[in-house]
C-alpha cells in the first residue's frame, strides 16, 4: 500500500465535498488513483478529458505514482 | 510571461508594456463574458485555477509560440474568481517583427491555453443553476474516455 496525498479540483472537489485527502492504496499508476478516487465518491467522469499532475509536474495516466505522492486530478479544463 | 489575476485586466497597460522598437506589428486577443452557452442564458461566470501549473505549462506553450513563429514579447493574463458579463477574461498580446507572426502566436497561444491549462469555468445561469463547462456535458453526453 502506498500513502498518497490527493487534491481535488473545481467538479472533483465538489463531488467529494474535499479539496484534499490523505489514502491508502494500491496504486501503481496515475490513472489507478484516479479510478479509486471515482469509487470512492461517485464520479461518472470518464479520464479521457481529465488531465493529472504528479507532484506539481503535469502527468500521464500511466505515470507510476510512488508513497508519500501527491497527486493532482484535474477534470476538464476550460480556460479563455 | 503569464499571470493569474484576481482584479479586473488593465489591457492599455499591458499593450504598453509589449513596446519593443523592433516590433512592426502587435496582435491582442481578449476572451469576454458572453452572456450565452448552448443555449442557457448565462449571467455570471467562476474561474477556478491551479496557479502553479497555470505558471508553468502556460510559459512553455509561450515558448513553443515564439519557436514556431518568432515574436519579440509576449504576455498573458487570465482572470479568476467571479466575473461579470462583458468583462475580459483571458487577455493575450503578442509584438513581432511582422503582422504575420503576431497573428499566428497569439492564435496558438488562446488555442493551447484553452485546452491545456488547469483552469476551469463555472456557469452561473439565469435560472439559478449552475454548472462546471466542459464538465457534466461530457459526462451528459456520454463521451467516452
Not at chain 1, 470512492?40 to 499532475?53: D, I, L, M, Q, Y
Not at chain 2, 516590433?23 to 491551479?50: K, P, Q, T
Not at chain 2, 492564435?107 to 491555453?113: L, N, S
Request: aromatic letters at 8%; a negative charge; hydrophobic letters at 40%.
Amino acid at each position: 500500500m502506498k500513502t498518497i496525498t490527493v487534491r481535488y479540483f473545481a467538479m472533483f472537489r465538489e463531488h467529494a465535498g474535499v479539496a484534499e485527502e490523505t489514502l491508502s492504496l494500491d496504486a501503481k499508476t496515475a490513472h489507478d488513483v484516479f479510478e479509486a478516487t471515482r469509487a470512492r465518491h461517485g464520479s461518472t467522469e470518464p479520464n479521457g478529458h481529465c488531465k493529472v499532475a504528479i507532484n506539481d509536474h503535469m502527468a500521464d495516466w500511466d505515470t507510476p505514482v510512488n508513497d508519500g505522492d501527491t497527486v493532482l486530478l484535474f477534470p476538464p479544463v476550460a480556460g479563455g | 510571461m503569464i499571470e493569474v489575476s484576481d482584479a479586473r485586466i488593465d489591457t492599455t497597460a499591458l499593450q504598453r508594456s509589449l513596446t519593443n522598437p523592433a516590433a512592426g506589428g502587435y496582435c491582442a486577443f481578449e476572451g469576454w463574458v458572453r452572456n450565452e452557452n448552448e443555449g442557457h442564458e448565462v449571467h455570471r461566470l467562476e474561474y477556478e485555477a491551479y496557479e502553479p501549473l497555470v505558471i508553468s505549462e502556460g510559459e512553455k506553450v509561450l515558448a513553443e509560440a515564439r519557436e514556431r513563429f518568432p515574436y519579440l514579447e509576449a504576455r498573458c493574463v487570465h482572470r479568476v474568481g467571479l466575473l461579470e458579463l462583458g468583462e475580459c477574461a483571458v487577455w493575450i498580446g503578442v509584438a513581432a517583427p511582422h503582422r504575420d507572426e503576431a497573428f499566428k502566436a497569439c492564435r496558438y497561444i488562446i488555442d493551447e491555453i484553452k485546452v491545456r491549462l488547469p483552469i476551469w469555468k463555472k456557469e452561473h445561469y439565469a435560472s439559478g443553476d449552475s454548472g462546471w463547462v466542459n464538465c457534466e456535458r461530457c459526462a451528459a453526453h456520454g463521451i467516452a474516455d
